[in-house]
């Protein structure tokens, strides 16, 4: 079939009804209904882009075997330059959402091909894995589907194994000739209400006696037996202006807790089966995070560059720029876009081979920004949120300014240094949206939390340190100082 296109994307959607419930009610079609259309519409003109003159090079490739074209993040890299195409499609993405809508298809389709590249982990299970792990790749290359995933137990009581809570956890509860049967609860499917598939697999940190957890599958969203219930939505359309929430009326990515209710999935979906040592390996093993961190790391640049351009517009249009200690915060702000810069391309120019004759980016510089940005995201919106003070409280809604009483006042007191009221208002609307309505708050969970709690991951980048460099200038200096003598005088 090659790419989709946004109508594409939005028929298929239509045509395969899903059990989603949200605010009480089930919904009939996620297309239209105001908790969803605006992301469906911004998912839409992500997929238009794979199809438009000017983008079609630049997000897509041809496949060779097929002749037909995929999206850039499907494609095998041989080389440095290629992974830099890829960011380069990336980036365009991000950009159409400011960064804001993290769990984009890119972002799924990047763990597709590696799971593709490290196929042969899965043959512990039995020869026949790999292979279906490759027409699954294939398969979602080729049709353009979008994946949601959702890689954790709900959230009940985190001091005991899933064994010991394994009704709430998702399981495999039967098999046949045919496939297995999964019951329980797995959280948080960013998008799943409006995806295509479910891709499930675990983080690391099964025990043994968690075998009947220890699974890897897909299944479509729409299957019998999966079932979606939403949070509260921060935003529905039309609800509110698009002047007083320019960010939350579009970007808002929904997520939902997914309960699976003996739910069948064909063994030619099955890719890892009732084995915790294989579970808790392939998450390192597959070296999903290398492909996954370059593009969410693009993205999270694009996230940084926004914000950290609201705060320095903030800043100057109510001449506090000129004060040191507002610099201050500005230029540690800015040094965060450095940062990520250059670990994106050193983790490109330093790339390195897999098993099968490709490339992928090097995990280090990219692991290092992602587990930083759970601190720097935050402070970059605390940047904001100082700057702004009061300012924020002090804005009326975007209706007064459409009041013909309230012009002379309105056109007076709410300007700032050099900008008019109504550029103000709506600078600092947007900077509400970003750094203190619900959707701004939500952000900035998502990059705390998106890649997995930071404590642990943090720790795991101890455990998997490459310490060499390091311990060489030690031992280096530990040699200045030879056997104990007395001092010289
Ligand atoms: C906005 C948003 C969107 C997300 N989207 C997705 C998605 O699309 N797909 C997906 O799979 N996931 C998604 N995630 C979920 C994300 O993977 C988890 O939030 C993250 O892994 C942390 O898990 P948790 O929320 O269950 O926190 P918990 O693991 O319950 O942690 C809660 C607290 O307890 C501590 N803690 C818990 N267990 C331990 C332990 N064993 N050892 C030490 N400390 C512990 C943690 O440090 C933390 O402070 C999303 C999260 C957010 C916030």
Redesign the pocket.
């Known amino acids: 079939m090659g790419v989709r296109n946004g109508q594409q994307f939005i028929d298929h959607l239509k045509s395969n009804p899903r059990d989603v419930w949200i605010n009480g009610e089930q919904v009939q079609d996620v297309t239209t209904h105001p908790a969803f259309s605006a992301s469906v519409e911004q998912l839409a003109k992500l997929y238009d882009m794979q199809v438009a003159n000017e983008t079609e090079e630049l997000t897509t490739y041809v496949v060779p075997e097929t002749g037909e074209r995929a999206g850039l993040a499907f494609m095998p890299a041989m080389d440095a330059a290629d992974l830099n195409k890829k960011r380069v499609a990336y980036r365009l993405w991000a950009e159409k959402t400011f960064g804001l809508m993290?769990?984009s298809p890119d972002f799924l389709n990047c763990s597709l091909l590696a799971y593709w590249e490290s196929r042969e982990l899965a043959a512990k299970n039995g020869p026949e894995f790999p292979e279906r792990i490759a027409k699954y790749y294939e398969y979602v290359r080729d049709n353009d589907l979008f994946l949601?995933?959702?890689?954790?137990s709900p959230?009940n009581d985190?001091s005991k194994p899933s064994s010991e809570q394994a009704e709430l956890h998702m399981r495999v509860v039967n098999e046949d000739k045919d496939g297995i049967y999964v019951s329980g609860g797995r959280?948080?499917?960013?998008?799943?209400p409006v995806s295509d598939e479910m891709i499930m697999y675990s983080?690391p940190?099964l025990q043994p006696g968690d075998e009947d957890h220890a699974l890897m599958f897909a299944v479509p969203t729409d299957s019998k037996g999966l079932r979606q219930i939403c949070r509260e939505p921060y935003t529905l359309a039309g609800q509110k202006s698009d002047f007083d929430h320019p960010l939350s009326n579009r970007f808002e990515e929904n997520?939902s807790l997914l309960i699976f209710d003996n739910c069948f999935v064909p063994w030619d979906r099955v890719f890892i089966y009732r084995d915790v040592e294989l579970s808790n390996a392939y998450y390192v093993g597959s070296a999903l995070r290398n492909h996954t961190a370059l593009q969410t790391n693009t993205r999270a640049l694009v996230k940084m560059e926004f914000a950290v351009g609201v705060a320095l517009e903030v800043a100057r249009s109510i001449g506090a720029d000129k004060f040191l200690h507002v610099q201050t915060m500005l230029g540690e702000c800015l040094n965060e876009i450095e940062f990520l810069k250059s670990s994106l391309l050193r983790s490109e120019v330093e790339c390195e081979a897999t098993s099968v004759g490709t490339v992928r980016p090097l995990l280090g510089p990219l692991q290092a920004s992602r587990t930083h940005l759970p601190k720097a995201y935050p402070r970059v919106i605390e940047v904001i949120q100082t700057i702004a003070a009061g300012g924020f409280m002090m804005m009326p809604s975007g209706a007064d300014f459409t009041v013909p009483e309230l012009k002379e006042d309105t056109d007076k007191y709410y300007g700032g240094a050099n900008i008019s009221s109504l550029d103000r208002a709506r600078l600092f609307k947007l900077a509400w949206d970003l750094a203190g309505e619900a959707f701004g708050t939500?952000a900035l969970?998502?990059e705390?939390?998106?890649?997995?709690?930071p404590?642990?991951t943090l720790a795991m980048n101890y455990m998997g340190a490459n310490d060499t460099e390091p311990k060489k200038l030690v031992a280096a200096a530990l040699a200045l100082s030879g056997d104990p003598t007395p001092a010289k005088s």
């Open positions: 993290g769990r949601s995933h959702a890689l954790l959230q985190r959280m948080i499917a960013t998008l799943g983080l940190g997520d939500r969970q998502y705390r939390y998106y890649a997995g709690d404590m642990r």
